[in-house]
């Protein structure tokens, strides 16, 4: 048998083995070695890890993060990961993008219309810390932004910001 003729290995089971093997594996290096979407390999997640808000959300969503403080942007790209503290200002929508401006590093414009699935996903670390994210995904399956849950300097989880989040779960679904 040639290397052509052998059998395929479905990308989503292998994203399953992966997951299984390191069950606390970062989503979007699982995703890469198993060759899905980043959004695939989160639906492979137990539920309670992982819970779908509705992309129409997305406005409600975003208002309610901006009341958390400051909070942790995250973008992840296969080529950088960007963080940024900042409170998240109240957007409007205009020429085709939710614009965001205000006195916060946090600011520009979300193409929010490309927003195809939100979740809230509440993982334990490599680290084996807790941690809470409210994600935002693309027509892809790709993240375009995620909105963490920050830690105080004890690295555990503000306790406001973590009951803010739970609420959440209870909010958009």
Not at 13 to 18: I, N, V
Not at 25 to 40: D, N
Request: glycine share 6%; proline share 6%; hydrophobic share 40%.
């Amino acid at each position: 048998m040639t290397v052509s003729e052998a059998p395929r290995r479905d990308p989503i089971e292998q994203a399953r083995t992966l997951l299984a093997a390191k069950p606390d594996g970062l989503i979007e290096a699982v995703a890469r070695e198993a060759g899905v979407s980043t959004q695939a390999a989160l639906e492979l997640l137990p539920p309670e890890q992982r819970l779908f808000v509705a992309p129409e959300r997305f406005e409600d969503v975003w208002k309610e993060l901006a009341t958390w403080g400051t909070v942790l942007f995250l973008m992840h790209t296969p080529d950088i990961v960007l963080e940024c503290e900042g409170v998240l200002p109240v957007g409007s929508f205009g020429h085709g993008y939710y614009n965001i401006h205000g006195d916060s590093p946090i600011g520009g414009h979300i193409k929010a219309a490309n927003c195809r699935a939100i979740y809230l996903v509440d993982r334990t670390t490599a680290q084996g810390r807790r941690a809470c994210s409210v994600q935002f995904f693309n027509e892809s399956g790709e993240v375009m932004f995620k909105i963490f849950v920050r830690r105080d300097d004890s690295r555990a989880l503000l306790p406001d910001q973590l009951k803010r989040f739970e609420a959440l779960k209870t909010l958009f679904v």
